[in-house]
Structure formats: C-alpha cells, structure tokens
C-alpha cells in the first residue's frame, strides 16, 4: 500500500514539475536560448540578434511563424504566433480568430478580457460587417487569458496594410528571470 501511494505521489509531482516546463510549447519561461533552439522541432527560419528566435510550422491547419523573445541575461520571456494565411475575404481572418479564441478558452478557460476597439471612422454598414471593418483598419479584436505563469492573448489587428492574426504568450513575473549576479552588482553600486 505504501510502495502505490509512493508511486502516485511520483506522478503527481512530476506531472506538477512538468506543467511549467511548457510556457510556450515545449519550453518553460527562463529556458535558454540554446535549450529552446534543441527542443524546438519545427523549420527553423531565423536568429534575429541575441534575443529571438523565427520558425515556420502549423498550427490548426493555418501556417505561422513562432518568434521565441529573449531577454538581455539570455531567458525566455514570450513567444507569439504570427499566422501567415493572407485572404481575399476578409471574414475569413475573423473567422480563423474565432477558432483559435474558442481553443483557448478550452485549454485557459474564460478570458478575463475581451475587447473590440473601434475608430471612430467606422461606418455603420462595417459594424454588421467585422471582416470589412478589420481589412479597413477600422476595428481590432484581442482577447485574454491569465494563467499561473503566463499572459496569453489573442489579437486580429491592421499591420502592413493586412489584417494580422496573432497569439502571444507573455510571462506573468519577469522577477525570476533576471540575472542575480547583474542585481547584487547593481545593489553594491546603488
């Protein structure tokens, strides 16, 4: 009786351990950018300076590129999603941004906000009309969840003249990810 009640003590601990170590994908707030470079499996793209990484995948039938971001002590402080998909109907991005904040409301549960920021050029036939209304640069949609760790927010805003369909992951407290060494160095000079 002992030797299961160990075993299930194991389990459950490791799955507590295991529940931060993916923040964004397979890696944890904190994470290196070496060590999000070995876990990361997907077409890398590109390293912009120190402080991100670019890749290529798919994420709910829709392609995206997935930014890795950086702090300056080499510690991962967000991701986002940058879906790529570009549409002739502009309904379409609204559509796809209601897929993805109907998964996140199932894996997050109910966001603590949501918002529809209008301009105040917005005609009344572009309030029946969303996807019009985001292609005109008239409205933006964004959406968000608070975890334990993470800010998490979806967003269908004007960039480049083409709607941009965006997911951001953000962590909750940047405290533990900065570098102590920097921080007493800084207290013996203050």
């Given at each position: 009786m002992m030797k299961k009640l160990l075993i299930v003590l194991a389990v459950f601990?490791?799955?507590?351990?295991?529940?931060?170590?993916?923040?964004?994908r397979a890696a944890a707030w904190g994470n290196s950018l070496n060590t999000v470079k070995t876990q990361e499996k997907s077409q890398f793209i590109a390293k912009v300076s120190n402080d991100e990484l670019s890749y290529k995948d798919?994420?709910?039938?829709?392609?995206?590129?997935?930014?890795?971001?950086?702090n300056d002590n080499d510690k991962l402080t967000s991701g986002l999603y940058i879906f790529t998909k570009k549409y002739s109907n502009p309904q379409l991005?609204?559509?796809d941004f209601n897929k993805f904040k109907t998964l996140l409301t199932e894996?997050?549960?109910?966001?603590?906000?949501?918002?529809?920021s209008?301009?105040?050029?917005?005609?009344?036939?572009?309030?029946?009309?969303?996807?019009?209304?985001v292609a005109d640069g008239n409205l933006s949609l964004?959406?968000?969840?608070?975890t334990e760790r993470s800010v998490v927010k979806i967003l269908l805003v004007m960039v480049d003249?083409?709607?941009?369909?965006?997911i951001h992951y953000t962590a909750r407290s940047l405290d533990e990810l900065e570098n102590l060494e920097d921080l007493k160095a800084a207290l013996k000079k203050l």
């Open positions: 601990t490791t799955g507590i351990n295991n529940a931060h170590a993916q923040d964004f798919i994420l709910g039938g829709s392609g995206c590129d997935v930014i890795y971001i950086f991005y609204v559509q894996k997050y549960g109910k966001p603590v906000t949501e918002n529809e209008w301009s105040v050029k917005a005609s009344a036939i572009e309030k029946n009309n969303y996807g019009q209304a964004s959406t968000v969840w608070n003249k083409h709607p941009s369909l965006q």
